[in-house]
Antibody, heavy 127, light 107 residues
């Protein structure tokens, strides 16, 4: 059974770099059929897709966050990670790790639906 | 970016009644649309993919319909445990985008 477990600092200071890790069990981050994804949700608000990574290292980023975000795969640990630089209070959110199906569309590879989610980790940005 | 819009923002429905939630896309997404349910303090859960296909273990009272730009999630007979926020998500194109959500309350 697939289990995704997010971990993070809980509290970050403005201008710092936020580092999050998602540990995967019950599947391999080297799956050829899936992307691994970060999604966030500010308190009381909706869901925002941040980034997705394929086992080859190919990444897709939200346009608004792309200048500040990096996502990577650590195959030896069966983990994926997210780094978000220069955080502000607007980055305060629950950060979810999720598995995303992959298909080949006419325009190229793309994700499908999120079929499994971690429980999320709350990150508060405050001095 | 494909903008997804959900309506209404809040829906109050009596137990046993039908709940109808709407999701519209600014441009066609075909049937590349999913629905999720999120209860307070929990992660979202996949309900529907392919606009109308039920995910594993989802009760039959949940159904999806639509294609192109207009989609509907129907809860045929609302149960108390269906109180939640429901999100639609398109996967026609990167970036993947969600609607703003519809909160379903039990009247």
């Amino acid at each position: 059974q697939l289990h995704l477990q997010e971990s993070g600092p809980g509290l970050a200071k403005p201008s710092e770099t936020l580092s999050l890790t998602c540990s995967v069990s019950g599947d391999s981050v080297n799956s050829r059929n899936h992307y691994w994804t970060w999604i966030r949700q500010p308190p009381g608000k909706g869901l925002e897709w941040i980034a997705s990574v394929y086992y080859t290292g190919s990444t897709y980023y939200s346009g608004s966050l792309q200048p500040r975000v990096t996502m990577s795969v650590e195959s030896s640990k069966n983990q994926v990670s997210l780094k978000l630089t220069s955080v502000t209070a607007a980055d305060t959110a629950v950060y979810y790790c999720a598995r995303l199906g992959r298909r080949i569309a006419t325009t190229g590879p793309i994700g499908n639906w999120f079929d499994s989610w971690g429980q999320g980790t709350l990150v508060t940005v405050s001095s | 970016e494909i903008v997804m819009t959900q309506s209404p923002a809040t829906l109050s429905v009596s137990p046993g009644d039908r709940a109808t939630l709407s999701c519209s896309a600014r441009q066609s997404v075909g049937t590349n649309l999913a629905w999720y349910q999120q209860k307070p303090g929990q992660a979202p859960r996949l309900l529907i993919f392919g606009a109308s296909k039920g995910a594993t273990g989802i009760p039959a009272r949940f159904s999806g319909s639509g294609s192109g730009t207009d989609f509907t999630l129907t809860i045929s007979s609302l149960q108390s445990e269906d109180s939640a926020v429901y999100y639609c998500q398109q996967y026609e194109n990167w970036p993947l985008t969600f609607g703003g959500g519809t909160k379903v309350e039990i009247k």
